[in-house]
């Protein structure tokens, strides 16, 4: 893997969790991004954990160092199209999968994930780790 990659919430865990595969993201690629929406799905489990008060503080600390992309109008166009389109193929995916696809696709940017349902939007690279 290389050049600019989109973290889904599972590589970001992994990420701070110092799993030995995700780790190596940070080192094979130019630019790791976090959407907006794993950045509320991080801090949402932060917040759930028996270590709430640490793990949102390394969620904080993440998100300062990298870059975090934001939704808007065209976000929500993409993610609109690429909805219906699941929905036409019956196989839809968690909504907040959808938007993270769309920023994706917004962007130009790879998905890595340990999600196989993101193979169900046509066209969406992702990587595994």
């Known amino acids: 893997m290389n050049g600019r990659l989109l973290l889904d919430t599972n590589a970001v865990i992994g990420i701070l969790e110092n799993d030995e595969d995700a780790g190596k993201l940070l080192e094979s690629s130019q630019e790791l991004v976090l959407p907006i929406i794993a950045l509320g799905e991080l801090y949402y489990g932060a917040r759930a954990s028996s270590k709430s008060e640490r793990n949102q503080e390394r ?12 939704c808007d109008e065209e976000t929500a166009e993409i993610y609109g199209t690429l909805r219906d389109q699941l929905r036409k ?41």
């Open 59 to 70: 969620v904080r600390e993440f998100s300062r160092r990298h870059s975090v992309l934001d």
């Open 89 to 129: 193929k019956g196989r839809p995916i968690p909504d907040n999968d959808i938007w993270i696809a769309a920023i994706a696709t917004q962007h130009g940017l790879t998905i890595v994930t340990r999600d196989k349902h993101f193979s169900q939007i046509e066209d969406l690279p992702t990587e595994a780790w």
